[in-house]
């Protein structure tokens, strides 16, 4: 197998299974070309692919070489206009022909797409691609920002304001930092902990990346851990589709967050995840981000073969329910670089958003038996472009397709979620999706709530007025027609939407609630008001009972974010790990005992209980370093 068609595969493969790129490339085992060549071909060619995939699709020759894949075609390209040596391969190759007969055509797409930005050369536009000031699949004006989740686990906001992010300029608006090239880091308001940087502030080199003590994690996938909330009185918690671990370990840090020591946390989370491969992502994210103490890994496990009834799973009173989709709001992925293929058609620059996928290559533009037989004058790009967590990419061609595809994701993703309405301590449920489509969210929502097992449990959905400040304050609602005119039901659902002003990908997320008993054995630990509703601070954490914070000012004291009917009274939530690390399945335990806490820590104590977590997980981070040494 030749280079580019080795390179292609890596490409070509679903992104989320086995690390980054480079970890893939450089683990596996029977290359026939060299893995360092592979990989440089690839960055280079992801690099240039925006400026390439508009040469490609000028000269049209997808469509004059039907051997020619979109990828293919990057990687051949590439190197017959970059590669000093041009392309890789015998004359007389017919891959080598299928592009070098073009090459004056290429060439002078080339030159015009220098032209087109203004470019005086190609040295010039190498400069210009070098620096990430490339990105056509962003609107020139704001490009999607680069949201980073500050992991409390490891570290505070503060610390990295004052070292990660020592250089940067403070921006008050998410629009200053959706400028290429700015150095301005904008702290969000509605999900603590969590910033916004440009997205050509590369920052996966940095000690912070590497340590887990930041997680590049979109802004709308915080929302779920943060609207669940799981409090002490909530006992466990059950993530059921976890990997790659960005929800697994928010909500870890969550649960910390609510407890002044660690030692004192209790809880558990269950991190299901169905996908072996995934699994093993999901285990080192885990212990990246410090959170496999909390974390109770069932690797390759089925959430749907689970005893809700089991004696494990007693304890659990809040689910994470994040399954598998159609994708269709996600615009990036961070464990690959962004590679923008052409097309067959120039009809596609109409939604270039449709074919673009960060580091998802999809195959949608492949030229299949169907399009080859049809006629040129038809469109041949597809309808839309499926691509669900488990990798499977499915190009739909007609309504009647993606319809089909709708149908089959939203019976799972019922499925799993009427599964959850069955754990008899449950009391809080997220269901959340990365589509855009009303079959997989709001369909789903109504769904579960019309169910037999929702009303014999009592669940029902958790209204606006009920969230969690930054969830209750979030503009973008559910869809009214979806939710048949139902203003209440359309409120309480959450959307994001892909490329709005927010910055964020396409997202939808929901909020069960039920009355019932806290778990028992939790003691009540939070400071409530006279309505029996939590005290939470600015950053929306309930306030401890005798903690420092006991006295909140009226701007600190937020209404009720739980719904009233369940207090019960005096009872009481990447890719970003250094490839070359690997961590030991026994190494993650979710039995392991918390530190005990240093004399550093009981000075720092006296500061917020956010911070003396941070601090004693620091501690059980260096601690497991050294045993692992030893
Ligand atoms: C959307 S991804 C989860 C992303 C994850 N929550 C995060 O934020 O990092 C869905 C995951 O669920 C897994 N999955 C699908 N069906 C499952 C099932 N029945 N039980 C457990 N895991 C499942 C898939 O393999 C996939 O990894």
């Given at each position: 197998m030749s280079l580019y068609h080795e390179t292609a595969e890596f490409l070509t493969a679903p992104t989320n299974v086995g690390g980054s790129l480079k970890s893939r490339i450089f683990s596996k085992k029977d290359l026939k070309s060299q893995p360092a060549q592979i990989y440089a071909l690839a960055i280079e060619s992801c690099k240039w692919s925006s400026v390439l995939k508009e040469v490609i699709e000028k000269a049209d020759i997808l469509r004059l070489e039907r051997k020619l894949t979109p990828v293919l075609s990057v990687l051949l390209v590439h190197d017959l206009l970059l590669a000093k040596r041009g392309v890789a391969l015998p004359a007389i190759h017919g891959l080598r022909s299928s592009v070098e007969r073009h090459k004056g055509r290429l060439q002078s797409e080339f030159t015009k797409a220098r032209l087109k930005r203004k470019l005086s050369s190609v040295e010039a536009l190498k400069a210009h691609i070098e620096a990430g000031l490339e990105n056509s699949a962003d609107t020139s004006e704001a490009p999607y920002p680069r949201w980073v989740r500050i992991n409390t686990l490891k570290t505070a906001i503060e610390d990295q304001l004052e070292t990660t992010f020592a250089g940067y300029e403070r921006a008050t608006t998410i629009d200053a930092v959706r400028q290429r090239g700015s150095k301005r880091v904008f702290i969000d308001g509605s999900i603590p902990n969590l910033v916004a940087i440009s997205?050509?502030?590369?920052?996966?080199?940095s000690d912070a990346y590497k340590s887990g003590a930041i997680i590049f994690q979109d802004k709308a996938s915080c929302f779920p851990a943060y609207l669940l909330d799981p409090l002490p009185e909530d006992g466990d918690v059950i993530d059921t589709c976890s990997a790659p671990g960005n929800k697994t370990t928010h909500i870890a840090a969550i649960l910390l967050s609510h407890n002044s020591e660690p030692e004192d946390c209790k809880q558990r989370i269950h991190a299901f995840e169905k996908n072996k491969g995934r699994a093993e992502t999901l285990e080192k994210m885990v212990y990246q981000a410090g959170s496999d103490g909390l974390t109770k890994l069932h690797p390759g496990q089925d959430f749907l073969k689970t005893d809700p009834e089991a004696p494990t799973f007693k304890r659990v009173g809040a689910l994470l329910l994040d399954p598998s989709c159609s994708g269709s709001g996600i615009i990036g992925r961070d464990d690959m670089p962004e590679l923008h293929l052409p097309v067959l058609k120039q009809k596609a620059n109409a939604d270039s958003s449709k074919n673009f996928r960060k580091g998802k290559v999809t195959k949608a533009s492949e030229p299949t038996e169907q399009t080859r037989k049809r006629k040129r004058e038809e469109p041949e790009e597809p309808l839309d472009v499926l691509v669900d967590d488990d990798g499977m990419v499915t190009a739909v061609d007609t309504e009647d397709e993606l319809k089909a595809r709708l149908t089959a994701l939203s019976k799972f993703q019922l499925e799993l979620l009427l599964h959850s309405f069955k754990f008899p301590s449950a009391r809080k449920i997220t269901y959340s999706t990365c589509s855009i489509y009303a079959e997989e969210n709001e369909n789903v929502v109504k769904q579960a709530l019309d169910s037999a097992i929702a009303e014999e449990r009592g669940w029902r959905i958790l209204k606006r007025n009920d969230q969690i400040r930054g969830m209750r304050e979030w503009p973008n609602r559910g869809s009214l027609e979806a939710c048949d005119g139902n203003t209440v039901l359309a409120e309480s659902c959450i959307r994001a939407n892909k490329g709005d002003e927010h910055g964020t990908m396409g997202f939808f997320l929901a909020g069960f609630v039920r009355d019932l008993k806290a778990p028992e054995n939790i003691e009540a630990q939070f400071l409530r008001d006279e309505k029996g509703h939590l005290v939470r601070d600015l950053m929306g954490f309930p306030i401890k009972a005798g903690s420092e914070d006991e006295e909140p000012t009226t701007d600190d004291v937020t209404e009720t974010k739980i719904p009233e009917e369940k207090i019960v009274e005096d009872q009481d939530e990447w890719g970003g790990f250094d490839d070359e690390q690997s961590i030991p399945n026994h190494e993650i335990n979710a039995d392991k005992k918390l530190p005990e806490k240093s004399k550093k820590q009981e000075v720092d104590r006296a500061s917020k209980h956010s911070h003396s977590a941070v601090r004693n997980r620091q501690d059980l981070a260096s601690k497991k370093k050294k045993k692992r040494k030893n």
């Open positions: 997205p050509t502030s590369d920052l996966s080199k």
